[in-house]
């Protein structure tokens, strides 16, 4: 069992930036791979980006490619995610989970990871 809690959601205007923290206890935290997935009202939730199980690669939606970082601190049991240059289209419910069967952090479908935290709201004004 892993528990996740995100944290660093808000209010920005467009252009701002925002930082994300996904805390993990529970299971070994360090062991899995670990995503980033919004969604936003009537669409389907989406993936943002996802890393390794130790940190050592990362991957981005196309559509926040050039504006996210993702980076994981495993002493801490903490992911993290950086958005800059926001848009009013990135406004969604921001999720972190985490994926136990694969380690490498390639997997973008929601099916794919077992375990989710609750949220964080994120609203873009323009």
């Known amino acids: 069992q892993v528990q996740l809690v995100e944290s660093g959601g808000g209010l920005v205007q467009a252009g701002g930036s925002l930082s994300f923290s996904c805390a993990a206890s529970g299971d070994t935290f360090s062991r899995y791979a670990t995503g980033w997935f919004r969604q936003s009202p009537e669409k389907e939730r989406e993936f943002v980006a996802a890393?390794?199980?130790?940190?050592?690669?990362?991957y981005n939606a196309d559509s926040v490619r050039g504006r996210v970082t993702i980076s994981r601190d495993n002493a801490k049991n903490t992911v993290f995610l950086q958005m800059n240059s926001l848009k009013p289209e990135d406004t969604a419910v921001y999720y972190c989970?985490?994926?136990?069967?694969?380690?490498?952090?390639?997997?973008?479908?929601?099916?794919?990871?077992?375990?989710w935290g609750q949220g964080t709201q994120v609203t873009v004004s323009s």
């Open positions: 989970a985490v994926d136990v069967t694969d380690l490498s952090g390639s997997a973008t479908r929601p099916a794919d990871y077992e375990y």
């Open positions: 890393i390794s199980w130790n940190g050592g690669w990362a």
